[in-house]
T-cell receptor, first 115, second 116 residues
Framework: EAEVAQSPRYKITEKSQAVAFWCDPI?????LYWYRQILGQGPELLVQ????????DSQLPKDRFSAERLKGVDSTLKIQPAELGDSAMYLC?????????????FGPGTRLLVL | AQKVTQAQTEISVVEKEDVTLDCVYE???????LFWYKQPPSGELVFLIR??????QNEISGRYSWNFQKSTSSFNFTITASQVVDSAVYFC?????????????FGKGTHLIIQP
């Protein structure tokens, strides 16, 4: 069964350092999402890509976060510099076909701890 | 604005009991989709079901069943004869249909504990 891949699974860093997360969506899925999940909360959307284009990044803290999907396949989410409040689970999801009506399938996530 | 409320923060039952997880949503859209996801301790969100706003027919899949009622804006999830492997955090989510951003709006989740 096709899956969304993410790496690393766990990341510990010190504040002010740079971190990067990688996501490889299910093959053929045009839409890719990055969500952030704070402990005890539901995931919240950070950024959405359709192929290589950003559809929505209104909730992405652009002063420190950046995301790219250069070839419309895999994607990287970067934080620089990391802050204590960035400690969370970062989830990647992908969906196929028509936007807005397809199910989003999630990867295993990256757990980030900022010290 | 869209909102999903899962009022039950944590539920604990003994194995083989039936349990219902509540989900209430708010949206001004006439077309929308509702989802349930399961998040085991490993962290991955596992898709369980999707329902569109025009389909109020209840659904059963094995021990799982879902009750969608537009009149009360609820989409409740019942597990019959619960098992220890059902222990997880369960999220209800809402997706608006149409153009623009398609991010899911999640509730805060219900932590389900099935005791042996």
């Amino acid at each position: 069964e096709a899956e969304v891949a993410q790496s690393p699974r766990y990341k510990i860093t010190e504040k002010s350092q740079a971190v990067a997360f990688w996501c490889d969506p299910i093959s053929g899925h045009a839409t890719l999402y990055w969500y952030r999940q704070i402990l005890g909360q539901g995931p919240e959307l950070l950024v959405q890509f359709q192929d290589e284009s950003v559809v929505d990044d209104s909730q992405l803290p652009k002063d420190r976060f950046s995301a790219e999907r250069l070839k419309g396949v895999d994607s990287t989410l970067k934080i620089q510099p990391a802050e204590l409040g960035d400690s969370a689970m970062y989830l990647c999801a992908s969906s196929s076909g028509l936007r807005g009506v397809e199910t989003q399938y999630f990867g295993p996530g990256t757990r980030l701890l900022v010290l | 604005a869209q909102k999903v409320t899962q009022a039950q923060t944590e539920i604990s039952v003994v194995e083989k009991e039936d349990v219902t997880l509540d989900c209430v949503y708010e949206t001004r859209d006439t077309t929308y989709y509702l989802f349930w996801y399961k998040q085991p301790p490993s962290g991955e969100l596992v898709f369980l079901i999707r329902r569109n706003s025009f389909d109020e027919q209840n659904e059963i899949s094995g021990r799982y069943s879902w009750n969608f009622q537009k009149s009360t804006s609820s989409f409740n999830f019942t597990i019959t004869a619960s098992q220890v492997v059902d222990s997880a955090v369960y999220f209800c989510a809402l997706l608006r249909s149409g153009g623009g951003a398609d991010g899911l709006t999640f509730g805060k989740g219900t932590h389900l504990i099935i005791q042996p």
